[in-house]
Antibody, heavy 112, light 109 residues
Framework: QVQLVQSGAEVKKPGASVKVSCKAS????????MHWVRQAPGQGLEWMGR????????NYAQKFQGRVTMTRDTSISTAYMELSRLRSDDTAVYYC?????WGQGTLVTVSS | EIVLTQSPATLSLSPGERATLSCRAS??????LAWYQQKPGQAPRLLIY???NRATGIPARFSGSGSGTDFTLTISSLEPEDFAVYYC???????????FGPGTKVDIK
């Protein structure tokens, strides 16, 4: 079955970077865009961007331009989302999503 | 940038009742509108895509309608497991952006 498995929770200091991974299985990884969405505690969903795993092409939400980098490694069917210059308001659960499937989420906590 | 508004913010209903949720876009999104359900501590689940198509495994009590700027998600008869938060999401072709609405919470009356 289609499955997306994300890396574990992270705790980072303000100004640092975080890189979250998302390993896909059960489908052709290069056939579907991988999206990244985040959700701050008690808040709604926020689309961050997407990557075309086939070409590596990306589209980022304007809010995250210059701070987010989405990459992939097709040899291991894994997508990555790196967010830099972290602030306390980046504390959120980060999800990857492809087709109709979502990962389990990765909690990133930014705290001094 | 297209902005989505959802109403009401909270809908208090009893099991068996009909739920009607609204999503309005600030400009036309054609039929590029999806609906998601999210329960506490869980990832969102796709219910409806392209305004009216049910996703895989979604029960027939969920239906979507609308086009342009006004969309509706209807749950014909609420089951206990349907009490959750519902988000609409639009996708625009250029620039490629996938904006979510603020959500509607359906809770038990």
């Amino acid at each position: 079955q289609v499955q997306l498995v994300q890396s574990g929770a992270e705790v980072k200091k303000p100004g640092a970077s975080v890189k979250v991974s998302c390993k896909a299985s059960g489908y052709t990884f290069t056939g579907y865009y991988m999206h990244w969405v985040r959700q701050a505690p008690g808040q709604g969903l926020e689309w961050m961007g997407r990557i075309n795993p086939n070409s590596g092409g990306t589209n980022y939400a304007q809010k995250f331009q210059g701070r987010v980098t989405m990459t992939r490694d097709t040899s291991i069917s894994t997508a990555y989302m790196e967010l830099s210059r972290l602030r306390s308001d980046d504390t959120a659960v980060y999800y990857c999503a492809a087709q109709e499937t979502w990962g389990q989420g990765t909690l990133v906590t930014v705290s001094s | 940038e297209i902005v989505l508004t959802q109403s009401p913010a909270t809908l208090s209903l009893s099991p068996g009742e009909r739920a009607t949720l609204s999503c309005r876009a600030s400009q036309s999104v054609s039929s590029y509108l999806a609906w998601y359900q999210q329960k506490p501590g869980q990832a969102p689940r796709l219910l409806i895509y392209d305004a009216s198509n049910r996703a895989t495994g979604i029960p027939a009590r969920f239906s979507g309608s609308g086009s342009g700027t006004d969309f509706t998600l209807t749950i014909s008869s609420l089951e206990p497991e349907d009490f959750a938060v519902y988000y609409c999401q639009q996708r625009s072709n250029w620039p490629p952006v996938f904006t979510f609405g603020p959500g509607t919470k359906v809770d038990i009356k």
